[in-house]
């Protein structure tokens, strides 16, 4: 229930809360009103009679001569001044008002006044007297029986009873509302604590658990497999790139991405799971019972489930995840280590080029460590130029002229020893260096071909190589342009190698940033085709004009048929979309040769040349005769 609707009702109870009080305690008053002056009214009337009884006892008592004259007149005034009380005295106001009451009053008060002389003069034994009064005093008698009746059942008694039962029906209205809306407040209450509840323990987002309730959810977990002796499984799961989604799609659409991967997750994990989201794109699942086998395969699952297409208003994803995941009781007892073995292993395969899905194993922790110390590190040669680029040559198959050279980057730690280039690449990206690694390479090789260039090789190109995240956080092209404008290299220079996850993002983003690329006169590159994510709308719709084709190919087409007419069915394709392309790592003779016979126009490879430093290519490099550049022979 909303704010607005449940202020209005907790109004709407107050208010009739208040008016049920009100209404009850004015009905009080009534009530005490009416029994008030019902109790007047009939105590002075029975006064009354008794007055008149008393005084006509008197009467006949002074008759017998049992008490003297005084004690009749006492009796006589007592009455007159109780008639006269009762004619004038405010309490008996409603004494008066009842019907016909105070007429009567009036007329007794006026006999009895006409008797004064009579009362005045009687005198003890005065038996005629005294009977001649007694008519008199009877009527009197009779008149004031008839008002004391009256009030204990006349017309007004009856009137005063209706109203005391309206009022008793209008109390019961009244408990009967109040009770209902203390059992409507005691409804809103249940359920506002009930929601409040849910909100405690579950993420807003995805509905999921959250992290206190998963604290929960494993502790019993735990306790539960301990009792029945059952193996359980912890599960972290990671989503790619998330934040490059968020930052470059919006966070509408990471929401969305969240919600789908969350709905995702739970049908995978089915009943026997709990899954649960930890923070931002970390979710995690309690699988039980689960051994190794039956961990590995949910992994598998979940994984899957994950990598399946995402379509949104701004285009289709892909979404990658890494699942790490720790066992119990083989890996750890307590909930503590088995997050912490799980969120390790789940580092260990974001950190890994290749595997996805990653269980505990010892020794994992060292890695994580390296890691840390690795981009301090890396921090440190960045400021102190301590990192390098080789360049590995691209031939021109049929010419074996040189076309271009690919930028490799090398770094070697004093204290780490060489570092392969996916480690530098993947620390830059997870320690907040990337951008300022791919400033420094795009700088330092675009030196390097201006350099050439000025040297003579002046139809040199340079490969630089792209990592997806700085492809998609979208200021790539401001920064080339800014690189360009420094060194003075010509952009038809450049060729920019982005790996095939790139194209995965077929939205109009991506459409964009490689137009403007290109529209620039780069050139681009799909890198390691083949090994990825590919589709052929993808090929269509992105402006790629080369191909490179991952090595994996080159390596098995001597020897595998398959791979063979794989190749030959990239090239073919290739060739139908005009794009170029360059064979990856060749390294047999026989490669090169089936290769330039299959029309694939450029290759690298060990066979070739091997990456090198600045200082070697320029010992080797020379202009042919055909005055396009080539390697000198090493000597
Ligand atoms: P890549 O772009 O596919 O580069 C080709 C890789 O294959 C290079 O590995 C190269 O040394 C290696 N290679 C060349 N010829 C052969 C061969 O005949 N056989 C074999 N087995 N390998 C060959 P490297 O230098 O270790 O780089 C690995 C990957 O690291 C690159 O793959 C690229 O994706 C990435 N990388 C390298 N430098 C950079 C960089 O400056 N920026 C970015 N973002 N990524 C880079
Ligand atoms: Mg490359
Ligand atoms: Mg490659």
Known sequence: MNRVKLMALTAIVLLFSASSFYGYYRDLGVVRYVSGTTKAINWASSELEMEVLKFDRALNALAANIVTSEAVQLRYEILLSRLNTLLHGEANRPT???PGV??????????????????YQLKPADITATKALHPTVEAMHQQVRTINVDSFSGDNVWQQLDVLQDIRLRSSLYLAGLLLSGALMLLLLIRENRRNRHLAYHDGLTGLPNRVYFYQLIKQALQEAERLRQPLAIHMVDLDSFKTINDSLGHEVGDRLLQIIASRLKQAAG??????????????????PAGQHEACALAKQLSQAISQEVWLSSGCIVPQACVGTSLYPSQASSSTLLLRYADMALYHAKQSANQQLQLYQEGMNEQRLRRQQLSLALQQALEHDELQLYYQP????????????????????????????????????????????????????CQQVQHWHHQGHSSLKININISPNIF?????AATLKQVLLKTEVNAAALVLEITEDTSVWDTAASVDTLTELRALGIEIALDDFGTGYS????????????????????????????????????LALANSLEMTVTAEGIELPEQCRLLAGLGCTLGQGYLLAKPMPAAQVEKRLVINKSGASSLAPEV
């Open 102 to 119: 105070e007429a009567t009053l009036q007329q007794l008060y006026q006999q009895l006044l006409a008797l004064e002389d009579v009362i």
């Open 394 to 445: 691209i031939f021109n198959l049929s010419s074996q002229n040189i076309e271009s050279f690919e930028a490799l980057l090398r770094w070697h730690s004093a204290e780490h020893g060489w570092v392969a280039p996916p480690e530098i690449i993947s620390i830059a990206e997870q320690y907040g260096l990337a951008a300022q690694l791919n400033e420094w390479v795009l700088s330092q090789a």
């Open 96 to 98: 008066r008002e009842q």
């Open 271 to 288: 009943r026997q799971a709990h899954v649960a989201r930890l923070a931002g794109d970390e979710f995690v699942i309690i699988q039980r």
């Open 535 to 570: 589709s052929f709308s993808h090929l269509r719709s992105l402006p790629f004009n080369k191909l490179k084709l991952d090595k994996s190919f080159v390596a098995d087409m001597v020897s595998d048929p398959r791979a063979l007419s794989l190749v030959k069915t990239m």
């Open 472 to 476: 998609m956080a979208g200021k790539l």
